[in-house]
């Protein structure tokens, strides 16, 4: 089974802040990567898939970028609304595993 | 707007049985891959098992041999059926839609499942 990496697995940061989450892969994923948000007793929502591409609606302070084993998200300007905890997937291949997630908490 | 809805979660014993379901609305359970996800308290997400399009599955080897996906293509509802319960099992339970190699662009609510004696 493919492995994923997340890092760091919690952050505090301050509201404008840009903040960059990373996702590393056992081995090489081509851009089967995508990116969920995830807030208390809420399930996940999908943010980004192939690595890059943002979904219909999502804001654009969001982007994603990597290929092959390394990933990452940026947040370009922290909103209030974006303190959660971001969760990566792989889809190259069955199960579909995630990474271990990362906390992003208010300083 | 595509929902998804999950149900039959609850307390059960450790070697019990339960039955989840997924009623879909706004998408056909046939014309996609339907994935269960689950979440133990406190920690992270989990991927359990997949149903294709075309009928096949695939399981995680933690529930393999004890947890079988199904659909109801008249009822629109996707199933997960769970046996011989452990306590590590004990978990929100989530349905989701994938699209295939790219996520899982809908999900349920999510069911608890709490297996202890």
């Known amino acids: 089974d493919i492995q994923l990496t997340q890092s760091p697995s919690f952050l505090s940061a301050s509201v404008g802040d840009r903040v960059t989450i990373t996702c590393r892969a056992s081995q090489g994923i081509s851009s089967y990567l995508a990116w969920y948000q995830q807030k208390p007793g809420k399930a996940p929502k999908f943010l980004i898939y192939?690595?890059?591409t943002l979904r219909s609606g999502v804001p654009s302070r969001f982007s994603g970028s990597g290929s092959g084993t390394e990933f990452t998200l940026t947040i370009s300007s922290l909103q209030p609304e974006d303190f959660a905890t971001y969760f990566c997937?792989?889809?190259?291949?069955?199960?579909?595993?995630f990474g271990g997630g990362t906390k992003v908490e208010i300083k | 707007e595509v929902q998804l809805v999950e149900s039959g979660g609850g307390l059960i014993q450790p070697g019990g049985s339960l039955r989840l379901s997924c009623a879909v609305s706004g998408s056909n359970v046939n014309s996609n891959y339907m994935t269960w996800v689950r979440q133990a308290p406190g920690k992270g997400l989990e991927w359990v098992s997949v149903l294709y399009r075309a009928g096949g599955t695939y399981y995680a080897d933690s529930v393999k041999g004890r947890f079988t996906i199904s659909r109801d293509i008249s009822k629109n509802t996707v199933y997960l059926q769970m046996n011989n319960l452990r306590a590590d099992d004990t978990a929100v339970y989530y349905c989701?839609?994938?699209?295939?190699?790219?996520?899982?662009?809908?999900w349920g609510q999510g069911t608890l499942v709490t297996v202890s004696s």
């Open positions: 997937q792989q889809l190259d291949s069955y199960p579909g595993t």
């Open positions: 989701a839609r994938e699209v295939v190699a790219s996520g899982l662009d809908y």
């Open positions: 192939g690595a890059s």
